[in-house]
């Protein structure tokens, strides 16, 4: 396990809270006026209920599960820092379908990851989550293919999965003032290590969106400047 500081300068949601640090220990609730229920522990056999029936997580996703869910019911932003080959996509989309299922949170929730892994992501969710990629959104393609994936009405969208490329060029501009019309339950950034840089324009339009929840993903060894 790689032990992870915060990434320097991080991202805000929208109360203001910045990401908290360690895979190793959790800490008491930001806030006394959490609307949040209380955490409980999800037992194999509960999880179980997430997926397919012949889907289950091993022991080690299971415990970051139960970790990331308890940091959001303590209003905590994460950082989920595990080698290469761990199921850290797994277990993300095993968080985004306990809130689908126990908690009744289908979305909207956008997903921001590199072009490399775009199409793993995709996979997994279908594999995973058939309710969630029901309402999937893979933005990606043409400016017409993008025009029209934008006539979508939000409520009935429960994933955006995109890249880093929406949130790095000037041609992502008008990507960008619809994403910003959402109201995220959760953003999700894959390898997200390469938002260290608060001056890059992915890290500074990432802060634009408006988010409830903010799990940032890293197979990578980070520490604060």
């Not at 940091?71 to 797994?90: E, P, R, S, V």
């Not at 939000?154 to 999965?161: E, H």
Request: proline share 4%; charged share 20%; with cysteine.
């Amino acid at each position: 396990t790689v032990t992870v500081d915060l990434i320097s300068s991080p991202l805000q949601n929208k109360r203001g809270q910045q990401m908290h640090k360690s895979t190793t220990t959790s800490s008491s609730s930001s806030s006394s006026s959490s609307s949040k229920p209380s955490f409980e522990f999800v037992h194999k056999q509960e999880a179980a209920t997430l997926f397919p029936s012949n889907l289950e997580l091993k022991n080690y996703q299971l415990t970051g599960l139960n970790w990331l869910l308890c940091l959001y019911h303590a209003d905590y932003n994460c950082i989920l820092a595990d080698d290469m080959g761990l199921g850290k996509t797994i277990q993300a989309i095993a968080f985004l379908a306990y809130l689908e299922k126990k908690r009744n949170i289908s979305g909207p929730h956008l997903l921001v990851v590199p072009a490399s892994t775009y199409q793993n992501w995709h996979n997994e969710i279908e594999t995973w989550s058939p309710t969630l990629f029901s309402n999937l959104v893979a933005y990606r393609g043409t400016p017409h293919e993008k025009e029209q994936m934008r006539s979508i009405p939000r409520q009935n969208v429960s994933i955006i999965l995109t890249t880093y490329n929406m949130f790095e060029r000037d041609s992502g501009k008008d990507d960008r003032s619809w994403l910003r019309k959402f109201d995220f339950q959760t953003l999700i950034c894959d390898e997200a290590h390469g938002l260290k840089n608060e001056q890059s324009k992915r890290h500074q339009n990432l802060e634009l969106m408006n988010t409830e929840h903010r799990l940032m993903l890293t197979g990578t060894p980070m520490q604060n400047d």
